[in-house]
C-alpha cells in the first residue's frame, strides 16, 4: 500500500511507526503533525484553530484563525508574516518572494542530484511552489520516505526558469514546527580534535539556539547530528526528534522557541555568510535533511538512525581485520618494517594492512610532498606492488593512506599546478599543518583526485584506502561566501561517486584528523569512518557513545592501540583497549612485532572473536544502558536476530569499598532464556529477569581483598560479556 495519502488537501506520510501531516491551506504548507501514528482520517481534528487568541500576529487572510506566528509550516520566508526565523531567504532584485502552492508529484525520482540521496527509499513526495513575484522561479519540497527505520529525508531545490538571477541567502534542508508547546532540551554532539562527539543538552527556553560549523567541514566541534526531546527524556522514554544531514560542509542548525510556546527547527548549510546565485536557467539542490521520531527515548530515536544508515546510506556490510602503520611507525616507514610485521600480522588474522601517512614523495615529516602520490624509493626500493604482493601471499590485502585534496608547497604537484591551489593572491596564505587545500569546484582537479585515488588500486593494487583530510579552509570565506562550501563538497561527491562507478570494489576509510567529516554525506560514499584520533579507552568509550547517537557500529572504525595512549598520555590496560575497540568496526594501530606474548595472544583473541561478532555487530540494536550509579558507560549491542549480543561496561573512576552497579537489560524476548558470559560472569536467566531484575555482577575488587571470583573494576577498566539467546526450538 502506498505510503502516502492525499485527503483532500492534506498529505499523510507513514512509516512503520510514525506519521507526518501537512495541510496545503491558502498556498502555504502547513504542518500539523509529527510523531507516532495516529488515523489518517484524524487530519482535520489538528488543524490549529487556537492562534486567534494572539494580539500581535498578521492574518493573511479573513479567517481570523489563521494567525501565522503560531502556526507549523513545512518551510518558512521572510517578510511574510512569519516573525520567526525564516527557512529560506532569497533575493531576487531586491524583492522579497512569495511561493504559492502549485501541484504535487508523488513517486517521482529525482535524477543525477548533485548532493548525495539516501538509497532504496520506499516512496517520494515532490510539493512544487511558484514564486508569485517572479515569473519562472519554482520551489520544490521534496520528502523521501524510508519506512524500515522510520525516517523521512527532506530536501529542497530551487528552480531558476526565469530570466534573473537569483541570490540563495539561506535555504534550509529541513524545517519542523512543533506546535504543542511541551518544553523540550537541545542534544548535541560537539567537541574538538580528539574528544568528537561530546553529547550536551540544554534547555529550549526563549530566544534561539544556534550550532553549526563554520571551517568548511562537517567538523569535530559540531556534528551535524542532534535530538530534540521532551524536557527530561531518558534513553527510554519520552519524545525524540532526531535530525540530521548528508552533508560534509559548514552547516547549522537552530532551535527557537516563540513567546507563544512554539518551537521551529532549521537546519541546513551554512547559512551565514551566504550569497549563492542561482542563475538564470538554473537549479539548486540543498543537502538532504534526515530526520526521525520515537516515543522511546533517544534510544528509540537512534535506533532509527541507525537502521537508516545500514540500510539507506552505507554500502559495506563486512571489513577486513585490519592493522595501520601510523601510531606503530609515523612517518617513518619502511617496506622492510612492514613485512617484517606481515608474518606476525598474519599470525594474529588480520586481513588488510594499511600503510599510513610518509610512504611517498619525501614525506619524513608533515611539512612536504601531499599531492606526489609516487612511492618514496628510499623507503618503499622495490615498489609499493612488491610490497602487495607479499602481502598476498599471506592473504593479507594491501591498504594505503592519501590525502588526495591536498598540497604541500614543498611538492612537484605545486611546482606544477599552482593554480589549482586554493589561495587568495591578495591575501596572506594562511597554512594549516603546512598545506593548502585543492580547489575542487575545478573540473582539471577533480579529475586529477579521481585519477590519484584510482592509481593506487590499479599501480599498488591496493584494495583499501585511507581518505583523509587534515585542515580547514580559510580564506575562500572572505572573497567567495559560505556558499563556496557547497561547490567544493558537490565536486568532492562527484569525485567520490566516479571512484565508486570505477573501483566498485575499492574500500574508502573516511577519515578527517579523526571524526572530523564523520557525517551520512561521507558515509554514503565510503566504507567506514575513522571515530576519533583518540584510542585511549576512557576517551574513546565516551566517543563511541556520543556517535552511536546517531551512527550505527557498522560505520564506526575503533583501533587497538599502544598505552600509555598517544593522545592522552593516560596508561590503560590491554583488556579495557581490546574491549573497546571491538564495540565497532574492529582494527589495530601499534607494533605488534613488540608486544609480549601475552598481550598478542590476547590481541590475537580479539580478532578471532571480532570474526565472529562481525557478520551481526555492524546493524546491531544498540541499547545505552542507564543505572542509578554514576560513573559508567555500559552498552549493549543485540543482533537483528535477537540471538546474540555483547554487554560493554566502562568503569571510569573507582572508589573502594563500592558495589557495582545492577544493570537492566534491554530488548530481549522475556520468555526466552539467556546466557551472559565473560570475565568471572556466567549467568542464565530468563530476558525478563535480565531486563526487570537486572543482571548481578559479581563483587568488585573492594580495596582490600578479594578471591579469584572477583572482578578488578578500577580506574578505566572495562568489561565486555556475551549474551546468548539458550532456547532457540520453540
Ligand atoms: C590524521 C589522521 C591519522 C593519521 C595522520 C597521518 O591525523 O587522523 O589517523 O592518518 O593524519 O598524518
Known amino acids: 500500500m502506498s505510503k502516502i495519502r492525499i485527503l483532500d488537501n492534506a498529505f499523510y506520510l507513514e512509516t512503520a511507526r510514525t506519521c507526518y501531516i501537512l495541510q496545503i491551506r491558502d498556498g502555504f504548507a502547513e504542518h500539523l503533525y509529527y510523531g507516532d501514528k495516529i488515523p489518517p482520517q484524524d487530519w482535520r481534528a489538528l488543524v490549529e484553530t487556537r492562534s486567534c487568541l494572539l494580539v500581535n500576529t498578521l492574518y493573511p487572510t479573513a479567517d481570523m484563525t489563521y494567525a501565522i506566528d503560531a502556526k507549523g509550516f513545512e518551510f518558512s520566508l521572510p517578510n511574510r508574516g512569519d516573525s520567526r526565523s525564516s527557512g529560506i531567504c532569497l533575493n531576487c532584485d531586491d524583492s522579497v518572494c512569495d511561493f504559492v502552492y502549485d501541484s504535487y508529484r508523488i513517486g517521482a525520482c529525482p535524477q543525477d542530484t548533485p548532493m548525495p540521496l539516501p538509497r532504496d527509499w520506499d516512496e517520494s513526495l515532490c510539493l512544487t511552489?511558484?514564486?508569485?513575484?517572479?515569473?519562472?522561479?519554482?520551489?520544490?519540497?521534496?520528502?523521501?520516505i524510508c519506512y524500515d527505520s522510520d525516517v523521512i529525508v527532506r530536501f529542497h531545490r530551487l528552480c531558476n526558469a526565469g530570466e534573473r538571477s537569483v541570490d540563495i541567502l539561506k535555504c534550509c534542508s529541513g524545517q519542523l514546527?512543533?506546535?504543542?508547546?511541551?518544553?523540550?532540551?537541545?542534544?548535541?554532539?560537539?567537541?574538538?580534535?580528539?574528544?568528537?562527539?561530546?553529547?550536551?543538552?540544554?534547555?529550549?527556553?526563549?530566544?534561539?539556539?544556534?550550532h553549526g560549523s563554520f571551517s568548511g567541514m562537517s567538523s569535530a566541534e559540531c556534528n551535524p547530528m542532534f535530538m530534540l526531546q521532551s524536557a527530561g527524556a531518558s534513553e527510554t522514554n519520552g519524545d525524540v526528534y532526531a535530525c540530521n544531514l548528508m552533508y560534509s560542509g559548514s552547516h547549522a542548525y537552530s532551535v527557537e522557541r516563540t513567546p507563544y510556546g512554539g518551537v521551529r527547527i532549521l537546519h541546513g548549510m551554512q547559512w551565514e555568510n551566504l550569497r549563492y546565485p542561482l542563475a538564470p536557467h538554473n537549479s539548486f539542490m540543498t543537502p538532504a535533511s534526515v530526520m526521525t521520531y520515537s516515543s522511546c527515548g533517544r534510544g528509540g530515536a537512534s535506533r532509527n538512525m541507525h537502521r537508516f544508515v545500514c540500510n539507506h546510506v552505507s554500502t559495506c556490510r563486512q571489513l577486513p581485520v585490519m592493522l595501520n602503520t601510523w601510531e606503530a611507525f609515523y612517518f617513518?616507514?619502511?617496506?622492510?618494517?612492514?613485512?617484517?610485521?606481515?608474518?606476525?600480522?598474519?599470525?594474529?588474522?588480520?586481513?588488510?594492512?594499511?600503510?599510513d601517512d610518509g610512504w611517498f614523495g619525501a614525506r619524513d615529516d608533515d611539512t612536504t610532498s601531499l599531492g606526489d602520490w609516487h612511492e618514496d624509493v628510499r623507503k618503499f626500493p622495490n615498489g609499493i606492488r612488491s610490497v602487495a604482493q607479499q602481502l598476498a601471499r599471506r592473504n593479507i590485502k594491501l591498504g594505503i593512506w592519501i590525502e588526495p585534496e591536498m598540497i604541500s608547497e614543498q611538492s612537484d604537484l605545486y611546482r606544477a599546478h599552482r593554480d589549482?591551489?586554493?589561495?587568495?593572491d591578495e591575501l596572506r596564505p594562511i597554512v594549516g599543518r603546512g598545506q593548502y587545500i585543492l580547489d575542487l569546484t575545478k573540473q582539471e582537479v577533480q579529475d586529477h583526485v579521481v585519477h590519484s585515488v584510482g592509481r593506487l588500486a590499479e599501480a599498488y593494487g591496493a584494495?583499501?584506502?585511507?581518505w583523509d583530510f587534515n585542515r580547514r579552509f580559510a580564506e575562500v570565506c572572505a572573497r567567495k561566501g559560505s556558499g563556496y562550501f557547497y561547490d567544493y563538497v558537490t565536486g568532492l561527491y562527484a569525485v567520490l561517486r566516479r571512484l565508486q562507478a570505477e573501483h566498485p570494489d575499492l574500500l574508502i576509510e573516511n577519515c578527517a584528523s579523526g571524526g572530523g567529516r564523520f557525517d551520512l554525506g561521507m558515509m554514503r560514499y565510503t566504507a567506514c569512518s575513522w571515530t576519533s584520533d583518540n584510542t585511549n579507552p576512557l576517551s574513546r568509550s565516551?566517543?563511541?557513545?556520543?556517535?552511536?547517537?546517531?551512527?550505527?557500529?557498522?560505520?564506526?572504525?575503533?583501533?587497538?592501540?599502544?598505552?600509555?595512549?598517544?593522545?592522552?598520555?593516560?596508561?590503560?590496560?590491554v583488556t579495557a583497549r581490546i574491549d573497546t575497540a571491538l564495540c565497532g568496526v574492529f582494527g589495530i594501530q601499534t607494533d605488534i612485532t613488540r608486544m609480549g606474548d601475552e598481550e598478542f595472544a590476547e590481541v590475537s583473541r580479539a580478532v578471532a572473536d571480532y570474526k565472529r561478532y562481525r557478520t551481526w555487530l555492524g546493524n546491531a540494536e544498540v541499547y545505552r544502558l542507564q543505572t542509578g550509579e554514576q560513573g559508567y558507560r555500559i552498552s549493549q549491542y543485540m543482533s537483528t536476530s535477537g540471538q546474540d549480543g555483547l554487554l560493554y561496561l566502562m568503569r571510569e573512576k573507582f572508589d573502594t569499598v563500592t558495589q557495582l552497579p545492577v544493570v537492566r537489560l534491554c530488548g530481549l524476548d522475556p520468555q526466552a532464556q539467556y546466557r551472559v558470559s565473560g570475565p568471572k560472569v556466567n549467568v542464565s536467566a530468563s530476558g525478563a529477569t535480565l531486563m526487570r531484575a537486572g543482571l548481578r555482577l559479581p563483587q568488585n575488587f573492594t580495596g582490600v581483598q578479594g578471591d579469584e571470583r572477583t572482578l578488578m573494576l578500577t580506574d578505566s577498566s572495562t568489561l565486555l560479556l556475551e549474551i546468548h539467546k539458550e532456547n532457540t526450538q520453540e
Request: charged content about 15%; aromatic content about 8%; proline content about 3%.
Open 420 to 424: 589549482w591551489v586554493l589561495q587568495d
Open 129 to 144: 511552489f511558484r514564486d508569485r513575484a517572479h515569473a519562472g522561479l519554482t520551489l520544490e519540497c521534496w520528502y523521501l
Open 463 to 466: 584494495g583499501y584506502v585511507k
Open 332 to 355: 617513518d616507514i619502511h617496506a622492510d618494517k612492514i613485512l617484517a610485521l606481515a608474518d606476525r600480522a598474519q599470525a594474529c588474522g588480520i586481513e588488510c594492512m594499511v600503510i
Open 177 to 210: 514546527d512543533l506546535t504543542d508547546g511541551g518544553a523540550y532540551e537541545l542534544v548535541s554532539l560537539q567537541g574538538a580534535w580528539g574528544r568528537e562527539m561530546s553529547v550536551s543538552t540544554c534547555p529550549v527556553t526563549q530566544g534561539m539556539l544556534m
Open 542 to 573: 565516551s566517543i563511541q557513545q556520543g556517535a552511536s547517537f546517531g551512527y550505527p557500529l557498522q560505520v564506526t572504525l575503533n583501533h587497538y592501540a599502544a598505552s600509555p595512549g598517544h593522545q592522552t598520555g593516560r596508561s590503560s590496560s
